[in-house]
């Protein structure tokens, strides 16, 4: 993914929720599907970069310094609040 090159995967687990958009899923033990799904890629290049985009941003999401700091003060924002409204314990 942080190759810029187009995924494909099978339906597994939590991949799907995990690649979003960014990979075409595939049922698995479905080589009918999958080889459907690789001929449909190689045979379009727009797609083949559209899928390499989104990949590349996906996979470099979680170490995007900015949007760490952010999740992290709104966990801290969360808990003062639940602290403040006596949900939770500040002790």
Do not use: W
């Not at 991949?15 to 698995?28: K, T, Y």
């Not at 470099?60 to 760490?68: A, G, K, L, Q």
Request: aromatic share 2%; glycine share 4%; proline share 4%.
């Amino acid at each position: 993914m942080l190759a810029r090159r187009p995924c494909v995967t099978t339906d597994v687990g939590q991949i799907r929720a995990a690649v979003g958009d960014a990979a075409v899923v595939v049922p698995p033990d479905d080589i009918d599907a999958l080889t459907a799904a690789l001929a449909a890629l190689v045979n379009d290049a727009a797609a083949r970069r559209r899928l390499g985009d989104r990949a590349a941003t996906l996979a470099h999401r979680p170490f995007d310094v900015r949007r760490t700091v952010a999740e992290i003060v709104a966990i801290y924002r969360a808990a003062l609040d639940q602290a403040k409204a006596g949900r939770i314990s500040s002790a």
